[in-house]
T-cell receptor, first 117, second 113 residues
Framework: GAGVSQTPSNKVTEKGKYVELRCDPISGHTALYWYRQSLGQGPEFLIY????????DSGLPNDRFFAVRPEGSVSTLKIQRTERGDSAVYLCASSLTPASLYTGELFFGEGSRLTVL | QKEVEQDPGPLSVPEGAIVSLNCTYSNSAFQYFMWYRQYSRKGPELLMYTYSSGNKEDGRFTAQVDKSSKYISLFIRDSQPSDSATYLC?????????????FGQGTRLTINP
């Protein structure tokens, strides 16, 4: 597609449930990132993939969060035993590396808005 | 203390005004400085990118970086209602390149016709 696509756009779940959020990056972009944006805050880094492997997962808050990118394209962010504090917009971004490695240009999707009741 | 501090505003100015947006940071390792614009319920989009200290101009937008003061600015000249958005500063450091951006809180800007 023309841009980064994220599904679902909105997800409401109950505390303790399992959630999967999907990201389809721009075709040809090898780098993929997940960020989390709480209300009134800037995005916070969660994890970065270069190809199929997680190159940096230092931003994942705890072991309830996990992300995969098995074929180096689509990625899924998985959240187990959701808590109310997980409510946020989960943003996915991709970039064309190495050309954009130092230009700061990440192409963001519109996000998946997660609400945990 | 957060690594990047940004006044959340909100900031409201009349059309045509010059707007100044600012961020301060504490990590002297930051080398790459960016401004992203985020419209309501949309993802951020890159507006300006600067490496190290100095100025960069792009149309009505000017980005300034003062590494000695750990202070960056974005100026918008002849502001338009379409500039109304949240402006996020972001930065990263040399070791990690652009993979891991640290964002400010964002400043919500409204340009009134």
């Amino acid at each position: 597609g023309a841009g980064v696509s994220q599904t679902p756009s909105n997800k409401v779940t109950e505390k303790g449930k399992y959630v999967e959020l999907r990201c389809d990056p721009i075709s040809g972009h090898t780098a993929l990132y997940w960020y989390r944006q709480s209300l009134g805050q800037g995005p916070e880094f969660l994890i970065y993939f270069q190809g199929t492997g997680a190159a940096d997962d230092s931003g994942l808050p705890n072991d309830r969060f996990f992300a995969v990118r098995p074929e180096g394209s689509v990625s899924t962010l998985k959240i187990q035993r959701t808590e109310r504090g997980d409510s946020a917009v989960y943003l996915c971004a991709s970039s064309l590396t190495p050309a954009s490695l130092y230009t700061g240009e990440l192409f963001f999707g519109e996000g998946s808005r997660l609400t945990v009741l | 203390q957060k690594e990047v501090e940004q006044d959340p505003g909100p900031l409201s100015v009349p059309e045509g005004a010059i707007v100044s947006l600012n961020c301060t940071y504490s990590n002297s390792a930051f080398q790459y400085f960016m401004w992203y614009r985020q419209y309501s319920r949309k993802g951020p989009e890159l507006l300006m990118y600067t490496y190290s200290s100095g100025n960069k101009e792009d149309g009505r937008f000017t980005a300034q970086v003062d590494k000695s003061s750990k202070y960056i600015s974005l100026f918008i000249r002849d502001s338009q209602p379409s500039d109304s958005a949240t402006y996020l500063c972001a930065m990263s450091h040399l070791i990690q390149g652009a993979q891991k951006l640290v964002f400010g809180q964002g400043t919500r800007l409204t340009i009134n016709p």
